[in-house]
């Protein structure tokens, strides 16, 4: 089960005024006036610091100082070692770039226009907001926030300061899965009837250890958990594994996933947050010391139409675990989206191209191509319009919304068998269906259901006229998970 996002619930007035005093609207966020700021002329060089350089970070800077006009001034990171060796690469290859240990420093600097976040999922909220309070703009990788309340605060901080704040949802700069929704859109394949994401993605397992592990000495682990809370490490590696760790990551679901929940909820046109949500599923096939699902199912439900995202980080089956961990597909996707319409389907398969389909599966028509989303952050910061961005983030909050309410769902669920949760099912063809392969693959990878049984979610459903989060946040029991004030001085 997930740990709780916090130890002591706020009461519903706390929690209002922590995260901007409405939870009614997604899409009012938006409306706010903001601050004007002067625009950047084409020949105006734009300094940039990216934070987060062990993995994705490497892409960012890459990203951007090969852009015209654009140049990388500072890294920054919490691992020494890891800032030594990326200062000596871009040294090495003739950039001239100051290595940076505290974040707090970068906000200091005068020298600087943004700040690009590749760190770990529970510091994006914080690092986004200081920066917009800072004057400076963001480009912020995803999910966009640990929690709900978190990215309440960052679209908050984006307008207010007047900052432009980028999603990492690079899809969104697509040319081509832009053009094939707004041809479905058009109603070219006729009412859309679900919107189905998927996950297939090898995950192994991070193994098991008996007791807190050391610490590796080059990295501040007070600076590395930020706004979360400070504790033993509990598994044998601090880095990429904490996606993991529910109090510093959101398993695939909100990790590899919200870029595939990002495109179902563009092809549904949903910009408000789901009506209900549920989800079903474990980590499951292993024992180790992760603590968010490998295998899930989850069910969200939007006035416009409903998501069904599926996880899978276990193979085909048992004869894969024990060869080339090959990974299963469904209908060919597997990391991917289809949306299922009255006359066909569209399949976006990656993050730049789509295919319409007729029902008995013949090509209709095709698209491919996308612009540079590094490149679009930079136009939107010249121009000083946030509706210039592909992925605004506001657009990150509406996406990684799901995402957390799956996480509510889930760590408020109990064990069941999969009779019981079939039976939840049974008037939800969809939902049936994908919880009987869902359990099916299991199966198929010997995982004995009775010893290890899948966690039924709580059933999360908006009532009395709020929306879903006002719900959340109207019960004691949920409304914890929806907000983290964070660890003194790592707070909002």
Partial sequence: MIASVSTSPPSRRTFLKATGGSLLSLSALSCAAPQKRRPFASEDEIRIAVVGVNS??????????????????????????VLAREVKRLTDAGESVDGVHDYRELLQRKDLHAVSLATPNHLHALQTVWACEAGLDVYVEKPVSHNFGEGERMVSAAREHGCIVQTGTQSRSSHAIRNAIAWMHAGNLGKIQLARGFCYKPRKSIGKVTGPQAIPTQIDHDLWTGPAPLVPLMRKKLHYDWH????????????QGVHQVDLCRWALGAESMPLTSLSVGGRLGYDDDGDTPNTQVLWAEYPEGAMLFEVRGLPRDAEAQQTNWAMGSYHGIRIGVVIECEKGTLRIPNYT?????????????????????????????RSRKSSDLAADILEGHRSATPCHFGVISHSLGQPASKEAILKVA???????DAVERMIQHLQDNAVDLDKTPLT?????????????????AADPRTQAWLYRAGRPPFTI
């Fill in 426 to 432: 049974k008037n939800n063809h969809d939902l049936h």
């Fill in 456 to 472: 039924l979610g709580k059933r999360l459903y908006a009532k009395d006229g709020l929306s879903l989060a006002d719900t959340l």
């Fill in 244 to 255: 993991w760790d529910s109090t510093t990551g959101n398993g695939d679901l909100g990790n």
């Fill in 56 to 81: 994705r970070g490497r892409a960012h800077i890459n990203g951007f100082k090969n852009l015209a006009n654009v140049r990388v001034v500072a890294i920054c990171d919490a691992d020494s070692e």
């Fill in 353 to 381: 191209s789509a295919t319409a389909v007729d029902v008995d599966g013949n090509t209709i028509q095709e698209w491919k191509g996308a612009e540079n989303h590094f490149g679009n952050f930079i136009d939107a910061m």
